[in-house]
C-alpha cells in the first residue's frame, strides 16, 4: 500500500506551479476581475503546451494518458493560484471536442438544475466555446452531451457574485445540437466531480496561507494576532479540515481509477465497485465544499477589516469556493448520495 | 499512489485472518465491566495468546522482542482485529503503547530484560500516573515530589486519572526531582512497583458512573534509584520518546468501530422512520464523509511514516477532527433514540419488537465527552497544530512584558 505521491506525481505538480508562477501571478489574474472575458489567451496556451488539458486524453489520441489522480493533483496547483477559466470542463471535453486539447476550444459545463424553481446558470458565457452538458442526478443511464455556444441561450450577468468567474442566465439549450459524448455520463460526472473538488482543496490551501501569513505579520496589543488562542484555533480548525478532505479526495481519485481496488474496499460496506466509487467521490466533494468554503470565511475573519476590502484578495477565494460549492452540485446533494449508500 | 497490497502484506492479513477466526471463538465471555480481577484475567489471556502466535507487542522492534511489522502492517493488524470483533488491548495499553517502548528506547541494559518480556507476555499489566490534581495540560506543572535518600528516591504526592491501577504491577511515574519553578527540565521517570508500601489507590467515579479511572495517593513511597529511566531531571524528553512511537494508528480501531456504529445508527433509522427525514439523513451523510476522510487520513498517515519513517502531521490534526465528529455521533444516537435515551433499562422497538441498543448508545454518549479530553484535550491539540505545524508564534507566558 502505497499512498504517498508519486515521483512522477510531484514532478507533473512542480513543473506545472513553474508554468503557473510564470503566467499566472496573482497581479496578473486580477488584470481579469470583472471583465467579460476572464481568460488569458497566452497563459491559456502555455497550459495546454504543456498537456494540462491532454491530461487525460490517451496516448493513442495524442494525449499524455494519465490517470484521473494526476489530473487531480495538477488541479490543486490551478485552485491554488485562482486560475480563471473553464479548467473542469475542457480537460474532460479534450480528446471528444476538437480543439480542447489544444487549447483552442473552451468548454464549460452546464449542469442542469435539480430545483425546478430556480433557473441554472451556465459558466464564463463570455469564454466558452461550448459546453458539456451533464444530468445532475445519479443516473448511469442518462447520456452527457456536447453543445455548442451558439446553441446555449443565455444573458450573461450583468454583474457576477466572483469577479474571476462569470456566469449566464440559462434560458434554453439548443438539444438538437447535442452530440453525445463517449464514456457514460456516470464516469463523467464522477470525474468532474473529482476534478472541481480539486481546485477547491487548491483554494482552502491559498486562503489558510494567506491567513496564517497575516496572522503572523499583523500586530495588535503589541503582539502577532496569530499569538492569540481565538486565531490560532480557527486556523488549525481549518488544517484539520483540509488534510482530511484531501486525503478523501486523493483516495476516491484512486478508487475511481482502479476497479479491483473499488470491488474490494466495497466488500466491506455491502456495496459494489460502482457505489464504491460514487460513496468516496461525493464524499470527497462534500469534505472539499465544505473545508474551500470554511478556509476561506475564516481567512476573511482573520484579516478583519482588512479581509472585508475589495484589495486583499481573500475575496476572490471566497467567492470562487462559492461558485464550486454549488454549481456541479451541492454539498447537500452530496451528502444524500453518501448517506444512500450508507447501510 | 497504489493502494493494492504487496504480495507479502496480503499474506500477512490471510494468515491474520486464519489465526482470529481459529482463535476468537476460544475466548472465555467477556467479564463484566466492574470486575476488575476478571478483566485483568481476560486481558491477560488475550495478550499471551497473541504472544504465543507471534503477534504481541506489533509495533516493537524486533530487538525488544516485538513483532518490528511495518507501520502498513499494523494497520492491517487493527484492522482485521476490529472487524473480527477482537478484543482490545485492554489493560495492557500502558505496557505495550507507553512503558514499554519507553524503556526500550531510553532503559538499561538490566531494565529491558526485565520489563520488557513480561510486558509482551501479558504477565505483568501497568498504570501511568502522569497527569496530578493540579496539573492536566500543564502537565509540567506537576508537583508530586521525589528527594533521593541514598540509593533510593521517596516520593509523595498525587496522581490522577490512572486507569486500572487497581490490578496494575507497575506504574510509569513522572516526578518532580528538580526546583519548584524547573517545569520540564526537572522530572524524572521512574519505575514504581505497585505493591510498595505508601500508595493507596482511591477510584475516581466518572459522569458514566464507572470507575475506569483511579487516583494515586503517595506518601513516602521508596523506589529504587535502579528504577530510573534515562537522567534524573531528564524525563520530559524521555516521555516524549515514547509519543514519538505514535505511527498514526492510535485511533484505528475507534474509527473502524464508529463507522460500524454509524451503520447501527442508520439501521436506527430506517426502523424508527427518522430515516425518512432529510435533515437526519445528510446528518447520516456527513459523518460517514467524514469517517471516510479519516479512513483515507489514517492509510495517509501510516504510508508517509512507511515510506519516511515520520508519520508527518495526519496524525496530528486526526484527533481533532475524529473526537468532534464522535460527539456529533452520540448526539446523532440520542436523537433517534428519543425519551428511549433517558434510561439504560433495555427498551423494545413498539413495531418490530426488537431491542433499541439504547443501553449501548446511552453509555456511548457520556463516554464521548472524553474524547475532546483524554490524551491532550482539543484547546491543546489546537495549539500544538497551530504552533508546530503552521508556525504560528507561542502566547507569550503570563507576566512577560509586552
Not at chain 1, 434554453?172 to 463523467?188: K, R, W
Not at chain 2, 497527569?131 to 528516591?153: F, K, N, Q
Not at chain 2, 520540564?184 to 466518572?206: A, C, N
Request: net charge negative.
Amino acid at each position: 500500500m502505497n499512498f504517498q505521491l508519486s515521483d512522477d506525481q510531484v514532478a507533473l505538480r512542480d513543473g506545472l506551479q513553474a508554468i503557473v508562477d510564470g503566467y499566472f501571478s496573482l497581479d496578473h489574474v486580477r488584470a481579469r476581475e470583472d471583465q467579460p472575458s476572464v481568460v488569458d489567451r497566452t497563459g491559456w496556451q502555455a497550459l495546454s503546451d504543456a498537456g494540462v488539458f491532454a491530461l487525460l486524453v490517451p496516448e493513442s489520441l495524442g494525449g499524455l494518458g494519465l490517470s484521473i489522480t494526476d489530473a487531480v493533483v495538477a488541479m490543486e496547483v490551478l485552485g491554488h493560484a485562482l486560475v480563471p477559466g473553464p479548467l473542469v470542463g475542457t480537460m474532460l471535453a479534450a480528446g471528444t471536442i476538437a480543439g480542447a486539447a489544444e487549447g483552442s476550444t473552451l468548454v464549460g459545463i452546464a449542469a442542469t438544475s435539480d430545483r425546478g424553481a430556480i433557473p441554472g446558470v451556465i459558466e464564463l458565457p463570455g469564454d466558452c466555446d461550448g459546453y458539456l452538458v451533464l444530468p445532475s442526478s445519479r443516473d448511469g443511464a442518462a447520456p452527457a452531451t456536447y453543445v455548442s455556444r451558439a446553441n446555449v441561450v443565455a444573458t450573461p450577468a450583468t454583474r457576477s457574485l466572483d469577479p474571476l468567474h462569470p456566469v449566464g442566465r440559462l434560458e434554453a439549450l439548443l438539444e438538437p445540437s447535442a452530440q453525445e459524448l463517449s464514456g457514460t455520463a456516470d464516469a463523467l460526472r464522477r470525474n468532474a466531480l473529482l476534478l472541481t473538488a480539486a481546485f477547491e482543496v487548491g483554494l482552502a490551501a491559498f486562503a489558510l496561507e494567506l491567513s496564517v501569513a497575516y496572522a503572523k505579520d499583523r500586530y495588535q496589543f503589541g503582539r502577532p494576532i496569530g499569538s492569540f488562542q481565538a486565531i490560532k484555533h480557527l486556523l488549525a480548525d481549518e488544517l484539520a479540515r483540509l488534510e482530511m478532505a484531501r486525503a478523501q479526495l486523493h483516495y476516491a481519485a484512486v478508487v475511481t481509477n482502479a476497479p479491483d481496488i473499488a470491488a474490494i474496499d466495497g466488500e466491506v460496506y455491502g456495496l459494489s465497485a460502482t457505489q464504491l466509487e460514487w460513496r468516496a467521490v461525493a464524499g470527497a466533494k462534500l469534505l472539499c465544499d465544505q473545508v474551500a468554503v470554511s478556509a476561506t470565511k475564516t481567512a476573511v475573519q482573520v484579516h478583519g477589516g482588512m479581509g472585508y476590502t475589495w484589495e486583499v484578495p481573500v475575496h476572490l477565494a471566497l467567492k470562487r469556493a462559492r461558485v464550486h460549492a454549488t454549481m456541479l452540485a451541492t454539498s447537500d446533494q452530496m451528502a444524500d448520495i453518501v448517506a444512500s449508500l450508507t447501510h | 499512489m497504489d493502494l493494492r497490497a504487496t504480495p507479502a502484506e496480503e499474506a500477512f492479513r490471510a494468515d491474520l485472518r486464519i489465526w482470529l477466526a481459529a482463535t476468537l471463538p476460544t475466548l472465555p465471555a467477556k467479564p463484566a465491566h466492574t470486575d476488575w480481577q476478571a478483566r485483568r484475567a481476560f486481558d491477560t489471556h488475550w495478550q499471551g495468546l497473541l504472544h504465543g502466535a507471534g503477534y504481541a507487542g506489533i509495533d516493537w522492534p524486533v530487538e525488544a522482542g516485538g513483532r518490528g511489522a511495518s507501520p502498513v502492517e499494523q494497520l492491517i493488524f487493527k484492522e482485521e482485529c476490529e472487524r473480527a470483533g477482537a478484543p482490545y488491548v485492554g489493560l495492557g495499553f500502558v505496557g505495550l503503547l507507553h512503558a514499554g517502548p519507553t524503556i526500550n528506547a531510553e532503559g538499561t541494559l538490566a531494565q529491558r530484560t526485565t520489563y520488557l518480556p513480561k510486558i509482551l507476555s501479558g504477565e505483568h499489566v501497568w498504570c501511568q500516573g502522569f497527569s496530578e490534581p493540579g496539573s492536566g495540560s500543564d502537565l509540567a506543572s506537576m508537583r508530586t515530589r521525589a528527594v533521593r535518600d541514598g540509593d533510593h528516591y521517596v516520593v509523595s504526592g498525587s496522581k490522577i486519572w490512572t486507569s486500572h491501577a487497581e490490578v496494575a504491577d507497575y506504574c510509569e511515574l513522572l516526578v518532580r526531582t528538580g526546583t519548584e519553578e524547573s517545569r520540564h527540565k526537572g522530572i524524572t521517570w521512574l519505575i514504581m512497583d505497585m505493591s510498595s508500601p505508601g500508595i493507596e489507590v482511591r477510584p475516581l467515579k466518572t459522569i458514566s458512573g464507572s470507575t475506569e479511572f483511579a487516583e494515586l495517593f503517595l506518601d513516602d513511597v521508596r523506589i529504587p534509584v535502579e528504577n530510573r529511566v534515562g537522567e534524573e531531571n531528564d524525563g520530559w524528553r524521555v516521555t516524549m520518546v515514547t509519543l514519538s512511537f505514535e505511527r498514526g494508528t492510535g485511533f484505528v480501531g475507534e474509527l473502524l468501530e464508529s463507522m460500524r456504529l454509524l451503520r447501527e445508527l442508520t439501521d436506527l433509522a430506517k426502523r424508527t422512520g427518522a430515516y425518512g427525514d432529510p435533515g437526519i439523513r445528510r446528518r447520516i451523510g456527513q459523518l460517514a464523509a467524514t469517517f471516510d476522510g479519516l479512513w483515507a487520513l489514517t492509510k495517509r498517515t501510516v504510508s508517509e511514516a512507511q515510506a519516511t519513517g515520520i508519520p508527518g502531521i495526519g496524525g496530528t490534526v486526526f484527533k481533532l477532527s475524529f473526537s468532534e465528529a464522535g460527539q456529533k455521533m452520540a448526539d446523532l444516537a440520542m436523537e433517534l433514540l428519543g425519551d428511549a435515551g433517558l434510561l439504560f433499562d433495555d427498551v423494545t422497538h413498539a413495531t418490530d419488537g426488537q431491542p433499541l441498543g439504547n443501553a449501548d448508545h446511552v453509555e456511548n454518549w457520556i463516554k464521548s465527552f472524553n474524547l475532546t479530553i483524554a490524551a491532550g484535550t482539543s484547546q491543546i491539540q489546537r495549539n500544538i497544530v497551530s504552533e508546530r505545524i503552521l508556525g504560528l508564534p507561542k502566547e507569550p507566558p503570563v507576566g512577560a512584558k509586552k
